[in-house]
């Protein structure tokens, strides 16, 4: 057998350098800022915003939480794990602490980054702020060199996978039986976002968050949704 032979290769990666892990630094843009979650900065104002909200954790790994001491041990205990690092979510529209959410399964050698534990508590949802929010996240791994920005949720959470497919995700399938939370079997979504995808992607969010595309009342005047259809290669077919 010669080597023309031989089975096919992906294309080559020339020059490929691993990017770093994140760093917890402060990521800010015109309608939020995320803050690398501390026990002692973030935890009492976090839990009054989730507070009286127990449906948040419904499809969580964590929660819900009884007390603001209990959110703050949890909190205390998380970021002391160097697997995911945890941002505190502020609107800046109202100085709210109002979610979490975290980059996890972080692997710089094959350039592939989670984005997870996305927690959005009412004062925080269907805002601007949570947009961008997500717009800053993917924003900081690909201009940080990732390849590859991953959403997983349960396969059960469609408002979950409906948010990954507005925010121009892809669609790459279920993983069924993945694990088992709070004792229940979990089928996994998969949905990603390349490296090539990103700049059609920024300029979608671009046009979404410019205060222009918001009518005097706040309402949006083009869909996100609208703006990424393009850029997705394929779609949730439970949507």
């Known amino acids: 057998m010669t080597i023309t032979d031989l089975p096919p290769l992906g294309a080559p990666v020339p020059d490929?350098?691993?990017p770093p892990a994140p760093d917890g630094a402060v990521l800010e843009g015109r309608y939020c800022r995320l803050e690398p979650l501390s026990a002692e900065a973030h935890s009492a104002l976090l839990?009054?915003?989730f507070d009286g909200h127990d449906d948040l954790w419904h499809y969580m790994p964590c929660g819900p939480f009884t007390s603001a001491a209990?959110?703050?041990r949890w909190v205390r205990e998380t970021v002391a794990d160097p697997g995911h690092l945890f941002f505190a979510i502020r609107n800046l529209e109202t100085d709210i602490l109002g979610g979490v959410a975290s980059f996890l399964r972080i692997d710089?050698?094959?350039g592939s980054i989670e984005v997870g534990n996305i927690c959005f508590a009412p004062v925080?949802?269907?805002s601007r702020a949570a947009t961008e929010a997500m717009a800053l996240m993917m924003k900081w791994a690909f201009e940080a060199g990732y390849r590859r920005y991953e959403w997983k949720c349960n396969a059960l959470n469609h408002p979950s996978r409906a948010a990954a497919q507005r925010l121009g995700f892809s669609y790459e399938g279920v993983f069924r039986q993945a694990t088992v939370v709070k004792g229940r079997n979990r089928?996994?979504?998969?949905?990603?976002?390349?490296?090539?995808?990103?700049p059609a992607l920024r300029e979608a969010y671009r046009v979404w968050l410019d205060p222009k595309n918001f009518d005097e009342r706040g309402q949006q005047i083009e869909r996100l949704s609208d703006l990424t259809?393009?850029?997705r290669v394929s779609h949730d077919p439970t949507l």
């Open 16 to 18: 490929w350098t691993p």
């Open 47 to 49: 839990h009054g915003s």
């Open 70 to 72: 209990q959110y703050h």
């Open 108 to 110: 710089p050698m094959a």
């Open 124 to 126: 925080l949802q269907r």
């Open 187 to 198: 089928d996994t979504s998969w949905f990603a976002v390349i490296d090539s995808e990103w």
């Open 229 to 231: 259809r393009l850029v």
